[in-house]
């Protein structure tokens, strides 16, 4: 049996020392906890190794503020590499001219505030009073890291670990270094998205007070590696080695990829361990100003990526497989960790999810008088009775992975679904009231301008529909995807991030084993020129950049645009408040509401007049069916796009979206923070 962990229970028949005390650094994200430390502290627990751990992250955004530890650890652009730089100095040895260079070049970057996005419009000319706080941080950062190493080694443990993703990756290691300088006999441990295959190998060869690296997934290999570690430290034999482990006798390089850990078996894993963070949250500064949330995953890996890999995603081991969760199982994790830790509120991490729970899963979770709320990632080629069940069952959020609205593009990146399925599926979303969140990515080597020319044309058609979460943004390389595969098929020159030799004082071959990031040549680096237009040339983009930005401002705003069809099987009733609106009401009926309710089921072109006549038993004319579609062209209500038609109106009565302040994963009460004078502690910008 799978014990639920009970939140007013925590340490129950453990002492205050732990053999392991596991780690998350900044600049995590604070609101949530980790569930990879909660889901090794669990399997730790119930193989009875005690085990603790520390949200270090907390503590660091509430001593810097919240509006700083936000902006460095991700409002910033990840060219300027700044939260690891911040931590740098714990790492490896001093250079003035360096850091001086590093610091002034962040300095005039922060100072213009014209490529972070703050709180404030605030600029300040006082460059040497911004590079004195970039310091300022420094000197945080370091004392940070001692007052965190001495915390840890009070609890005694035998192994300290820690995860390192994203921003992670040298606060970690600089608290590692510093726990092997003050306690020489504790062995250290890292793992997570940073050290996966020869990103974890070069920072073991690097880095000599890491003992372990981990690449992949740990939970199956966590227990029987700890355990060899508390009988031999640093001599494990290499017989009882997993081989996605590499030990101190494995420190030479190699040149090889290390292999990824995979759990095969989900429902093996324990439920995640939230306690030590919840604890954490109350002794923090933040205590009640966090509306908390659990932090679930149904599934690993893209079945969609089984079969045919998005070209720019670099995410999910190729060899892993899809994998998820039997519906018993998650069922059953969602009653037990809701009721664990009292909340309704639910955000997976999934990268996809299992479509087989349309009919397994979300069934069991309909209830009327139930207040949980679900944020998902799926794939963007839902139908609208898919779309209806995740509303009935709590599931108000998703993340569709749309991307793009060309239908060129979609074939590029390799995304299998068509334009008019995205914006089916925006309709449905609005009908049933459930909010997308998605990103409109360019770049894709192949491209055409004209392609994002076309788009600006009809997107004030579907201003009433959800937009994107941000304009236009640039594609990254990541290592793991098509494109850092295949760069010469791209006619792609791939370099490391001009901030990296800034950070890591390392040689060239280890600066780009230790990249997840790659820069094309000619592409632009905002830590070199962030002034640099990416769209110089490229007038269709600026287009649709424009036009993006005011369909963001339309329906965000006090009074969200709609086009309402309402159906009485006689004829249609039209609302339309869109700003390109012929008319604020219209009224279809006969051929009209025929051929409208035929578009609004995506049609293909060629099949309309064969559709119409097959469906309603009448004759029509491709005459006579080309001025029925011209006239509801010029009412604004179908659109032609990739030889389909399809009709734009949303049936019912368009309530306004909910608010983001409904999002189902945990959030910040900034408001709070601000009036209590705890979210703006450091002085990055001066009046």
Not at 613 to 630: D, H, P, Q, V
């Amino acid at each position: 049996m799978n014990p639920a962990p009970q939140k007013k229970d925590h340490g129950a028949g453990l002492s205050t020392a732990f053999e392991v005390c596991l780690v998350n650094m900044p600049y995590a994200d604070i609101v949530c906890p980790s569930i990879a430390l909660g889901l090794l502290q669990a399997r730790l627990h119930s193989d009875s190794i005690g085990c603790k751990t520390f949200y270090p992250n907390l503590h660091f955004a509430d001593r810097i503020g919240m509006k700083f530890y936000g902006m460095i650890g991700w409002r910033m652009h990840q060219d300027f590499m700044f939260a690891d730089w911040s931590f740098g100095r714990g790492v490896f040895p001093d250079n003035p001219e360096k850091d001086a260079r590093y610091a002034r070049r962040m300095a005039e970057l922060i100072a213009s505030s014209s490529i972070i996005p703050f709180e404030t419009t605030r600029t300040t000319t006082d460059i040497e009073g911004v590079v004195a706080a970039i310091y300022e941080l420094r000197d945080h950062a370091d004392a940070f890291v001692e007052e965190c190493a001495v915390r840890i080694l009070s609890r005694d443990p035998k192994i300290v670990g820690c995860t390192s993703s994203l921003e992670q990756h040298l606060p970690s290691i600089a608290l590692l270094k510093r726990i092997r300088e003050l306690s020489p006999d504790t062995v250290t441990v890292i793992g997570g998205a940073n050290c996966e295959g020869i990103m974890g190998e070069a920072a073991h060869r690097n880095f000599p007070w890491i003992d372990y690296s981990v690449s992949g997934e740990a939970d199956t290999i966590i227990t029987p590696l700890f355990r060899s570690i508390l009988e031999h430290g640093r001599n494990v034999p290499a017989e009882s080695l997993p081989d996605v482990v590499l030990s101190p006798r494995q420190r030479s390089y190699s040149g090889r990829s290390a292999p990824w850990g995979v759990c095969k078996n989900l429902d093996e894993l324990p439920f995640p361990d939230y306690r030590d963070y919840f604890e954490e949250i109350e002794k923090s500064g933040f205590n009640g100003y966090i509306k908390p949330s659990v932090v679930l995953e149904s599934s690993r890996g893209c079945w969609w990526a089984a079969r045919r890999k998005c070209t720019f995603c670099g995410l999910n081991n190729p060899e892993a497989g899809y994998r998820s969760k039997s519906p018993e199982r998650f069922l059953e994790e969602v009653d037990r960790l809701g009721e664990a830790y009292d909340t309704p509120r639910f955000i997976m991490v999934d990268n996809i999810m299992d479509m087989g729970y349309f009919k397994t899963v979300l069934p069991s979770l309909q209830s009327p008088a139930s207040d949980r709320r679900f944020f998902f990632e799926t794939k963007g080629n839902l139908n609208r009775e898919q779309v209806r069940a995740f509303k009935e069952a709590g599931v108000h959020w998703i993340q569709p992975g749309i991307e793009s609205l060309h239908p060129d593009t979609l074939k590029l990146m390799n995304k299998g679904i068509s334009v008019g399925q995205i914006i089916q599926l925006m309709k449905w979303a609005r009908e049933y009231g459930v909010r997308m969140i998605w990103l409109f990515l360019w770049g894709f080597p192949g491209e055409k301008d004209s392609w994002y020319e076309e788009i600006s044309r009809w997107v004030p058609l579907i201003e009433h529909l959800e937009p994107p979460k941000y304009n236009l943004f640039r594609i990254h390389i990541q290592r793991h995807s098509h494109y850092f595969d295949n760069p010469r098929q791209y006619d792609m020159d791939l370099g490391i991030m001009n901030a990296m030799p800034y950070v890591y004082q390392l040689g060239k071959d280890d600066l780009h084993d230790l990249s997840y990031r790659f820069l094309p040549r000619g592409w632009k680096d905002n830590f070199v020129d962030p002034d640099l237009d990416e769209m110089e040339g490229r007038d269709g983009m600026k287009k649709l950049e424009s036009v993006i930005s005011k369909w963001q401002e339309r329906f965000e705003g006090e009074t969200t645009p709609v086009l309402a069809v309402r159906d009485n099987g006689v004829h249609i009733d039209v609302e339309d408040t869109r700003r390109i609106a012929e008319a604020p009401c219209v009224q279809l009926s006969g051929d009209l509401r025929r051929v409208y309710l035929l578009c609004d089921k995506n049609i293909k072109k060629q099949l309309l007049v064969q559709t119409y006549e097959e469906t309603f038993n009448r004759k029509c004319a491709e005459s006579k069916m080309g001025e029925l579609i011209a006239e509801l062209e010029a009412q604004k209500l179908v659109l032609e796009v990739d030889d389909r038609f399809i009709a734009l109106g949303v049936h019912g009565d368009n309530p306004k979206p909910v608010s983001f302040s409904e999002f189902p994963g945990a959030t910040l009460d900034v408001e709070r923070l601000q009036a209590d004078g705890l979210f703006e502690k450091m002085g990055f910008i001066k009046d």
